[in-house]
């Protein structure tokens, strides 16, 4: 396994990683626009369906989301240094980003860009994930050799089932007409302008009948991938051509369908190269060790 050497640093760099996703993506969130859409189009999300309607009331103001949004970032950066209580600060952060991705999906729809970290932050709860590059020393030491590469297999599961089961969805619901009809050229028409800041060549594609036509034969073949995300685990040439493919997949759907999975394709590098083992061999230069040891003692 990729993971059968893995130390409590190898698994503090993917709590830093996993964390500073979310701290990047709720930064520039403008919590507070929440508030100002109608209610008539919050459908209470998966778990969400149980708070009491009073609650929302309470929750859905400006002034209480924009504390919300204060305390989330708090969480998020205490979470990233591994703080104690570590694993309280875990917990509060998966419990605060369900609600927050619960939010924003009940005025939308939802989607799946954001499952693998929020599946990851959950699993970093569970874990001993402050046990290495943290500022503070762990509580305890932990005998057991074996609870790293477990938590990482455990990451690595929830970022490749996802993949499956979409594929596994499509194939079952869809197929084999999603692959035949226009639904690909419409996608590449209808999310072209999605986002302003995206590369927006979908139209262009449909005036490109050969490249068109490139995309419908490597639609099931990507979905192919997406089905047998799993073998990753076990079949390292696998693997390795499937990180490329994937990396490659979620590129081109930035440039055609400005759709861009950046988590997802950080989590796929972190979790399944060694760029991790790269990432701790500079920071075990004694430059930077001197550093983090001197925070450590703080």
């Not at 830093?16 to 209470?44: N, T, Y």
């Not at 369906?49 to 919300?68: S, T, Y």
């Not at 990233?80 to 875990?90: C, F, H, N, Q, T």
């Amino acid at each position: 396994m990729i993971y059968e050497n893995a130390r409590p640093q190898t698994l503090g760099l993917v709590r830093v990683v996993v964390f500073s996703i979310w701290l990047v993506k709720i930064i520039p969130d403008p919590f507070f626009f929440l508030a100002e859409l109608p209610r008539s189009i919050f459908k209470p999300a998966g778990v969400l369906r149980i708070v009491p309607e009073a609650a929302w009331q309470w929750l859905l103001d400006a002034d209480v989301l924009n504390v919300f949004k204060i305390v989330v970032v708090v969480l998020l950066a205490l979470a990233v240094l591994g703080i104690r209580p570590y694993r309280l600060i875990a917990i509060l952060c998966a419990v605060c980003l369900t609600l927050h991705q619960g939010l924003v999906r009940s005025f939308t729809f939802v989607n799946h860009q954001e499952l693998a970290a929020l599946f990851c932050v959950y699993a970093l709860a569970i874990f001993p994930a402050a046990d290495g590059l943290s500022i503070a020393k762990p509580a305890r030491k932990h005998s057991s050799p074996h609870i790293y590469p477990a938590a990482l297999l455990t990451m690595t599961i929830l970022l490749l089932l996802p993949y499956c089961a979409i594929a596994a969805f499509r194939i079952v619901n869809s197929a084999p007409a999603i692959f035949l009809d226009d639904s690909l050229a419409y996608w590449f028409g209808s999310l072209s302008g999605l986002d302003a800041d995206g590369w927006s060549l979908g139209k262009w594609m449909l005036r490109q009948p050969l490249l068109l036509a490139i995309s419908n034969i490597g639609f099931p073949i990507i979905t192919g991938f997406e089905l047998l995300a799993p073998l990753c685990l076990i079949m390292p040439r696998f693997r390795r051509v499937w990180v490329v493919v994937m990396v490659l997949f979620h590129c081109l759907s930035w440039m055609i369908l400005n759709i861009f999975f950046w988590e997802n394709v950080l989590l796929i590098v972190l979790f399944l190269t060694r760029s991790g083992d790269a990432i701790l061999r500079s920071l075990d230069h004694p430059r930077w060790s001197r550093r983090i040891q001197g925070a450590s003692s703080l």
